[in-house]
């Protein structure tokens, strides 16, 4: 039997041929599932026909499956570093930073889409671990990508990694 691959690009009409060749349906049961005439089915896996998405999700469910779909960041990390300077501030006040660098592919300024934004953190004495692990979901959550926060502490503890951290860490300046 042949193997149907559905790759991430797939049109509307790949996805509903697909989720029906594997489940070994034909158009008029896929239809009769969905509740729509077959002809609906053959002008969506033809091109004919755009489906809306509540229509691919109907078909596709119809088949068994469902349609996941999730926003993925398409802006650099130093980019939405810079959009955000502000609001970036308020959570270093928050949460008792006393000096941040970035370091990793924002700091060397070949960071991508997918990049992670790097961060070396000198907590206030006052901190506490709370702040740590605040801090690094606050600012995942007002840049809209992930955040590793490492502080000066862990970095003190391994010779090798503060070695490639401090090869291209640099401070980073953001006023509240």
């Known amino acids: 039997m042949a ?20 489940r070994g349906m034909s158009q008029r049961a896929l239809a009769r599932e969905a509740d729509v005439p077959q002809s ?25 499956y469902r349609l996941e779909t999730k926003l993925v960041n398409a802006i650099r990390p130093s ?19 006393a000096q941040v660098w970035v ?3 924002v700091a060397r300024g070949d960071d991508g889409p ?4 790097d961060l070396l953190v000198e907590f206030t004495p006052d901190a506490s ?22 502080t000066i502490k862990e970095l003190e503890s391994n010779e090798l990694f503060r070695r490639r951290v401090n090869r291209d860490r ?6 509240a």
């Open 129 to 150: 671990f709370v702040d740590h692990v605040s801090l690094q979901d606050d600012l995942s959550a007002v840049l809209g990508c992930p955040v590793d926060v490492v």
């Open 103 to 105: 370091f990793g592919s």
């Open 40 to 64: 609906t089915v053959a002008n969506v896996e033809s091109g004919r026909h755009q489906p809306s998405v509540l229509m691919l999700e109907r078909l596709l469910g119809a088949a068994g």
């Open 3 to 22: 193997e149907h691959r559905t790759p991430q690009s797939a049109t509307a009409a790949e996805l509903i041929r697909a989720a029906r060749a594997k």
């Open 170 to 175: 640099r401070q980073l300046k953001v006023a």
């Open 79 to 97: 980019q939405l570093l810079e959009q955000h300077r502000r609001d970036v501030a308020d959570a270093f006040a928050r949460h008792s930073v």
């Open 114 to 117: 997918d990049s992670d934004l």
